[in-house]
């Protein structure tokens, strides 16, 4: 995506196109997988104060064009809000990776069912969910992490 239609994305979704916010989602975009913000700053600190980075993923996130992810090292993982509905992620305690998983349609109906028991039981509009796996993997080249 180049930067006009990132602007127009912003812009879009009722949210200025300021040069981070931009920087931010055309690297995103570019590398089209779950990264942490501590990875993206590593990578380009030239380019952002640690501050800026998290009040834009904060922005990004409120404006519902980026999604986040919290690893059990408190670490935020981000990515591009997938268009086509929501997945879910395994996460590698080993390699800190995270990997992107889609579920089959009988298991996103069964979470869809029991959504709809917990709404009811509790009373509460439930307006999403998550569901991410934790795991360490053999350390070994060829396991899923080291897969693209």
């Known amino acids: 995506m180049d930067r006009s239609q990132v602007r127009m994305s912003l812009k879009s979704k009722g949210i200025a196109a300021t040069k ?3 920087l ?3 690297i995103l975009w570019g590398i089209n997988a779950p990264i942490s913000v501590q990875q993206l700053y590593q990578s380009n600190s030239e380019k952002f104060a640690l501050s800026t980075l998290y009040r834009v993923v904060n922005d990004l996130a409120t ?5 986040t992810f919290t690893s059990p090292d408190q670490n935020i993982w981000i990515e591009i809000k997938a268009e ?3 997945h ?3 996460y590698c305690e080993s390699c800190e990776t995270v990997i992107d998983i889609e ?4 298991f996103e109906a069964s979470i869809s069912d029991l959504r709809d028991q917990l709404s009811k039981k509790y009373n509460i509009t439930i307006v999403d969910h998550s569901f991410e796996l934790y795991g360490k993997c053999s350390g070994n080249v060829h396991c899923a992490c080291n897969l693209d």
């Open 84 to 86: 086509d509905g929501h």
């Open 88 to 90: 879910h992620h395994l």
């Open 20 to 22: 981070p916010r931009v």
């Open 24 to 26: 931010l989602l055309e």
């Open 63 to 67: 404006a519902d064009i980026i999604e």
């Open 103 to 106: 579920m089959d349609e009988e």
